[in-house]
């Protein structure tokens, strides 16, 4: 049965290897942010509904945990959009752990934790990831370019964003690592960090996850922050939480019966670079394949494409726009 929900395994430092589950259509998203590695949001989507019948996504989840079974180490709601605007999150989250003894956690962007349904859904999960950009609202709305419905223009619908977060907190017992993706000359000079941390304080996350928008960023101009940048985030978020900064991936292509679907499900979800999708097929391709022939036979493919960022080449299964130049669109105020 070809997978319509499912990802992965996908291995990463924080979570070694993860199952992903991706429970909205491609791009679903109530934000825009510049550094999306799945292209721009178009358009931007604010409504929470069940996207698709949680039967059919806890049904095939746990038919990729059988066939994977020993091989993950956790079931990552994750979503090439946003996962909680599918309004049964909380529902598949709980059959699924109502049918395996593996941990759960959702990938978040947190723009709906001020709303209590959505708190209620993920407090079931064993971590919840919500991401946290910015510390004020102008950039907020800078990088994250929120759906028209948000009003960012004033502090009051981000004073509810982080409201939301501390409530969260208050009411979850799991683990509550926020992500912060740093750019450079954006979100990391020593002002915009401090407004960050005085956040996360608020907060009070079990970690902070700093990250680097390394893969396909929608923006041409959208740079990963620098060795100095990160240096100053982890300083000074480190007065807060504990950091940590996560940095590479590993995609485990062995077990598929086929090498381009495995390829294109990961890569619609999440941008490879040329050399880490080398060095995957080369693990798993039988001894004395071409790898280029391999590589050739997926450039053939429709459901793959390449894109450059940065000069470093990425293979992306996404039909989303990357515009080719630096041009700057604020799509989500159209
Ligand atoms: S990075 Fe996440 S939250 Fe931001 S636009 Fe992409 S999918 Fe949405």
């Not at 605007?85 to 109502?98: A, F, P, T, Y």
């Not at 001020?114 to 919840?128: G, I």
């Not at 985030?233 to 292509?253: M, N, Q």
Request: charge should be neutral; proline fraction near 6%.
């Amino acid at each position: 049965m070809r997978k319509k929900f499912v990802f992965g395994p996908v291995a990463s430092r924080r979570l070694g290897r993860s199952l992903g589950v991706d429970p909205i259509p491609h791009k679903t998203c109530n934000l825009n942010c510049v550094y999306c590695q799945l292209g721009r949001s178009q358009p931007v989507v604010n409504e929470r509904k069940s996207y698709f019948p949680p039967e059919e996504i806890v049904a095939e989840t746990l038919d990729a945990i059988r066939q994977y079974k020993g091989k993950i180490d956790w079931i990552s709601f994750v979503g090439s959009g946003e996962p909680t605007l599918h309004s049964d999150i909380g529902k598949i989250i709980r059959e699924v752990q109502s049918s395996v003894d593996l941990p759960v956690c959702v990938i978040t962007n947190g723009a709906l934790l001020y709303r209590p349904e959505v708190r209620s859904d993920l407090l079931v999960a064993d971590a919840v990831l919500p991401s946290l950009d910015a510390g004020s609202p102008e950039l907020y709305r800078r990088i994250n370019r929120p759906h028209h419905s948000f009003n960012f223009n004033n502090n009051n619908d981000f004073d509810r964003l982080i409201r939301g977060a501390i409530e969260f907190r208050r009411e979850y017992k799991g683990a509550l690592w926020v992500e912060t993706m740093l750019i450079r000359g954006m979100n990391d000079t020593e002002s915009a960090l401090r407004d960050i941390a005085e956040k996360l304080e608020q907060i009070r996350p079990d970690q902070s996850h700093i990250l680097l928008p390394i893969r396909s960023p929608s923006e041409t101009w959208a740079l990963p922050s620098n060795d100095e940048g990160v240096m100053r985030a982890r300083a000074i978020f480190g007065s807060v939480c504990k950091v940590i900064y996560p940095h590479s991936v590993d995609f485990d292509l062995n077990g598929f019966d086929n090498l381009a679907d495995a390829v294109s499900r990961i890569v619609s979800r999440h941008p490879i670079e040329q050399t880490e999708l080398e060095r995957a097929l080369a693990r798993c391709l039988p001894v004395g394949s071409d790898l280029s022939r391999e590589m050739e036979k997926l450039q053939a493919d429709s459901r793959v494409r390449l894109i450059e960022r940065h000069g470093v080449r990425f293979w992306t299964g996404t039909s989303s726009d990357y515009p080719a130049t630096g041009e700057f669109e604020k799509i989500s105020e159209k």
